[in-house]
């Protein structure tokens, strides 16, 4: 008798963590996704020397944001910082949409083919 306590009282924590993992692995997933957006932007940015719209398309064609923290117009030898982000929803570990960002910086005129 006392085991199937054991068990009934067992599930609800043991759901919780099952909910955990599965938002800890979704984060992982879209850091990653972000990650390799940002560096197709880092290479779009530095070859074409500005964030043009086919770029800011690219990104919301992942449904992603970006936006730029240097506010001067780049020239070669510049260095551009953006961030991508995106809004997720987790199961368990916030009510709110949790944001994650990337922030990256790329060199305007820097590129290796």
């Not at 306590?5 to 850091?31: E, N, R």
């Not at 932007?41 to 398309?57: C, K, P």
């Not at 070669?76 to 990256?104: A, C, M, N, Q």
């Amino acid at each position: 008798m006392a085991y199937k306590m054991g068990l009934l009282l067992s599930i609800p924590f043991l759901m919780m963590v099952l909910l955990l993992s599965a938002d800890m692995t979704d984060i992982a997933i879209i850091k990653n996704g972000l990650d390799a957006v940002a560096l197709t932007v880092g290479y779009r940015i530095a070859y074409e020397g500005r964030l043009s719209q086919e770029t800011i398309d690219f990104v919301s064609s992942f449904g992603a944001d970006i936006s730029l923290e240097t506010s001067f117009t780049p020239r070669i030898g510049d260095t551009v910082i953006f961030s991508l982000s995106k809004e997720y929803d987790s199961l368990v570990v916030s009510k709110d949409p949790l944001t994650i960002v990337v922030k990256r910086s790329t060199v305007v005129g820097y590129y290796d083919r």
